[in-house]
């Protein structure tokens, strides 16, 4: 049992009457952990921005950009890719304000809204990065089915087969299409589960601790 929990025993056997001292020691440790909880949120979100651009550049060889420059697309991608950085870069400023907010509050209701703040950081964070890659794939699709000039082919080939043909085609790549949706999002929601969730659940933990800590003032 850490301090902090061997404290809040303490504070829960306690009268109302607790020791302004202890109060202001227990403010302290919370302050702390609640400070070591957003640090990590950032240091995992810049992480997580490295590991997968680093993904990006293994992917995208040569062969595969220069693919993608014959779809003409560029001003699809590049304006998507400077929107996606800049917005990245916004979640990691707000995540360090968050971090050197908590770190130098000294007022107890201040650092519960703080930690409430950056808890919605967190979910709009997560909400964000999910809907920038399930909407990635039906782009992806677009762009293959309208720019690829083998899938031409292949659409052409279906099409002199018959009308009826192209729309089941259409309709399997939709179908597969949500179910790769589908996929991303369980995985993902998994992976931010299990790694920001975990700290966000610990800070409510935290913002509980502080709402007794005001109850008793």
């Known amino acids: 049992m850490d301090e902090l929990e061997l404290l ?11 020791p302004e001292l202890d109060k202001k020691t227990l403010y302290k440790l919370i302050n702390k952990r609640s400070s070591s909880l957003v640090k990590w949120i950032f240091i995992i979100s810049l992480l997580e921005f490295v590991f997968w651009t680093l993904i990006s550049l293994v992917t995208n060889d040569a062969e595969s950009l220069e693919k993608l420059k014959s779809y003409n ?16 870069g916004y979640f990691f400023y707000v995540f360090y304000k968050n971090y050197k907010n908590i ?44 720019s690829n000039p083998e899938t031409q082919i292949l659409i052409s080939d279906i099409k002199s087969e018959g009308e009826n043909n192209i729309y089941i085609f259409y309709l399997i790549v939709a179908v597969l299409s949500l179910i ?13 589960y299990l790694i920001y969730g975990l700290l966000l659940k610990r800070l ?11 109850d008793v003032e």
Do not use: Q
């Open 73 to 88: 697309v560029d001003y699809i991608i590049y304006p998507l890719t400077v929107f996606g950085y800049l917005v990245l």
């Open 8 to 18: 809040k025993k303490d504070w829960e056997t306690s009268s109302k009457n607790y």
């Open 204 to 214: 409510k933990i935290n913002y509980k601790e502080l709402k007794k800590i005001v």
């Open 180 to 192: 790769a949706m589908a996929l991303i999002t369980i995985l993902f929601l998994g992976f931010y």
């Open 103 to 146: 770190y130098v509050t000294e007022n107890t209701k201040v650092l519960m809204e703080r930690i409430l703040k950056t808890r919605k950081t967190v979910k709009y964070y997560v909400i964000y990065n999910l809907t920038f890659m399930c909407l990635g794939i039906p782009l992806a699709v677009i762009m293959e089915l309208s």
